[in-house]
């Protein structure tokens, strides 16, 4: 951020609550830019054939990952996850576990992590070109964001694939 959104100065390097910030300079105007992590939620979702990584359009070919998404306002994470899945895969979310919370710092995110078991056809949202459906004994995590969720939900012996029960 480069200038108040308040008054419109150019905003300086000012040290507040024990680290350099942007502050806005002008006489009377309090603002300062807190940069506060943005909370994202991210789903782990397995079908009987494995967990789905999706490729966004705006990346490199090549690039996978799970399925991420910002919450609505009022919404819970796991609703938002719940959310998410439909959206981006056009999927039915059936268990819904929380896995953990990761860093994300290059982003300024903090990840929301949940494992998600799901059923149905694969239809993917506005955002995604591609996928691909990867056995959990071949998926391995990434040192970095939704990595983190993936390798410690490996780590933690997840519980064998239920396929949900024939009324569903
Ligand atoms: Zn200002």
């Known amino acids: 951020?480069?200038?108040?959104?308040?008054?419109?100065?150019?905003?300086?390097d000012r040290w507040v609550d024990g680290r350099v910030r942007a502050a806005c300079p002008a006489p009377g105007c309090s603002f300062v830019f807190w940069n506060n992590p943005v909370p994202v939620v991210a789903g782990i979702v397995e079908t009987t054939r494995g967990v789905i990584?999706?490729?966004?359009?705006?990346?490199?070919?090549?690039?996978?990952?799970?399925?991420?998404?910002?919450l609505?306002?009022?919404?819970?994470?796991?609703?938002?996850?719940?959310?998410?899945t439909g959206e981006e895969l056009g999927l039915h979310p059936l268990v819904v576990t929380f896995v953990g919370l990761f860093p994300y710092n290059k982003a300024n995110q903090l990840l929301i992590a949940y494992h998600l078991t799901a059923h149905g056809t694969i239809t993917l949202g506005a955002e995604l070109d591609g996928y691909k459906i990867v056995p959990r004994e071949r998926l391995k995590g990434w040192d970095f964001g939704t990595g983190l969720a993936v390798t410690a939900w490996l780590a933690g012996n997840p519980p064998p694939f239920a396929p949900p029960p024939a009324s569903v």
Do not use: D
């Not at 108040?4 to 905003?11: F, Y």
């Not at 359009?57 to 996978?64: E, F, Q, V």
């Open 72 to 84: 609505e306002a009022g919404e819970t994470p796991e609703a938002g996850i719940r959310r998410e």
């Open 1 to 12: 951020m480069v200038y108040c959104p308040l008054c419109a100065q150019r905003l300086v």
């Open 53 to 70: 990584l999706a490729h966004n359009k705006a990346w490199p070919p090549g690039k996978y990952s799970i399925i991420t998404g910002f």
